[in-house]
């Protein structure tokens, strides 16, 4: 099962941050799960692990940074082009 990446492991925190970012900006469900599956992403590697979910308040919304905004805006663009 997979569980949330923390900093110490660069590649699953940015595959995870991916699959955050790309939820935040998909229009449906459907749109979502094509983007993900374009990248070879999946659903859970975006989902908090089982055993932190209810335990911890939540922590503070931290909103994406500029870089975080375009880099997002960028993907989806070209994601968006080449499936037209």
């Known amino acids: 099962m997979a569980t949330t990446p923390n900093r110490s492991d660069p590649r699953r925190w940015q595959r995870h941050r991916a699959v955050r970012v790309l939820a935040s900006h998909a229009r449906d469900a459907a749109e979502l799960a094509e983007l993900l599956d374009m990248l070879g992403l999946t659903p859970s590697e975006g989902r908090p692990p089982p055993d932190t979910v209810n335990r911890e308040p939540p922590p503070t919304p931290r909103h994406a ?9 960028a993907l989806l ?6 499936i037209r």
Request: no cysteine.
């Open 65 to 73: 940074s500029p870089t975080e905004r375009n880099l997002a805006t």
């Open 77 to 82: 663009a070209t994601v968006t082009d080449a």
